[in-house]
């Protein structure tokens, strides 16, 4: 099995750096690495990899150091290879992939895995949303409202840069929820499942997930499982400011799904029709703003990629 490493060296404002250093240094297994240099090249070196790996019809394990959004990368890059199993080492300041899927704590077990278990993984599934005729794929989750705005106002932020400093990046993401409160605009939107569209007035966020966690530790969506083939689509509407402002930490123990305001539906196929400008984003990164008078269009796709399974 070939082993190769993508490096964000930048994840965590220097936390990707350091964690490689820290991890080649124990290394006992050969190993390629490939570091990051902009936005997406994730996704160029992991398609690369993968596109040799089949034709030489090898397998071979990705590793991604770094955050949330370079597994994003990897997982776009690699498409539908089979050949190739990931595997992650937490490297950012959310880490939401990491509350769910296994990932590597140490470089012995990187080289156990590589050496005793080079077969075990798990296939899983992945959402996609189709943006600029191009279907993005998510592993964790992907939204459009005030979700994405908080993700988008703490990843630009220099508060984010000042907290992942002393390992508290994630309180980023809280701090801009708190602030939203008082700022983000509601919208309306229309749901489509199945041929039977559904009206939601002043939304919050509509968030279509594959594991449960998003925002650094938010359990946004409690019941979602990312090899049941489906999609779990959550919005908040029709909450005030105060009320949500209230339950806002129920949402780290997924308990905020009491509420009345709160629904989710489950499905393969989400289409929404939305009439404002909004933040759309995926698994945290910030893809545009839609269109006035759009859709988005949601699909799963099942077991469409390997993780390392230890």
């Known amino acids: 099995m070939k082993l190769h490493f993508i490096i964000n060296e ?7 750096s350091r964690v490689w250093d ?3 240094k124990e290394l006992n297994s050969p190993f390629s690495y490939h570091k990051t240099d902009y936005k ?8 690369e990899i993968a596109k040799n790996a089949q034709s030489l019809d090898e397998a071979c394990l990705i590793v991604a150091i770094g955050g949330d959004g370079t597994i994003h990368e990897v997982v776009n890059g690699i498409a539908n290879c089979q050949n190739v199993i990931v595997g992650a080492i937490s490297a950012g300041s959310g880490n939401d992939f990491a509350r769910y899927f296994r990932t590597f704590n140490t470089a012995k077990e990187i080289d156990q895995f590589v050496q005793e278990n080079q077969s075990s993984s798990i296939s899983y ?3 996609t949303v189709e943006w600029d005729k191009e279907d993005i ?8 409202g005030f979700d994405a705005y908080v993700a988008a106002s703490a990843n630009l932020s220099s508060l984010k840069k000042q907290l992942n ?3 508290l990046g994630k309180l980023s993401y809280m701090y801009y929820v708190l602030r939203g409160l008082f700022t983000f605009a509601l919208f309306d939107i229309i749901v489509e499942l199945n041929g039977k569209q559904q009206k939601y007035e002043n939304v919050w966020f509509v968030t279509v997930s594959n594991q449960p966690y998003f925002g650094g530790g938010m359990k946004i969506s409690p019941r979602s499982i990312p090899n049941d083939g489906l999609l779990e689509l959550s919005i908040v509407h029709n909450l005030s400011r105060l009320k949500l402002l209230v339950v806002f930490a129920s949402v ?11 629904v989710q539906i489950e499905g393969e196929q989400f289409t929404l029709y939305i009439q404002d400008e909004l933040l759309c984003h995926a698994d945290g990164e910030i893809l545009g703003v839609t269109k006035m008078n759009s859709t988005l269009q949601y699909n799963v796709q099942v077991n469409s990629w390997k993780m390392i399974n230890k």
């Open 137 to 144: 794929r998510f592993v964790n989750n992907s939204g459009i």
């Open 22 to 24: 820290s991890f080649k």
């Open 165 to 167: 400093k002393i390992g």
């Open 10 to 16: 930048r994840a965590g404002n220097g936390k990707g």
């Open 40 to 47: 997406a090249h994730g996704s160029v070196i992991a398609k």
């Open 125 to 127: 599934d992945c959402g």
């Open 252 to 262: 780290f123990f997924g308990k905020h799904t009491k509420i009345k305001e709160f």
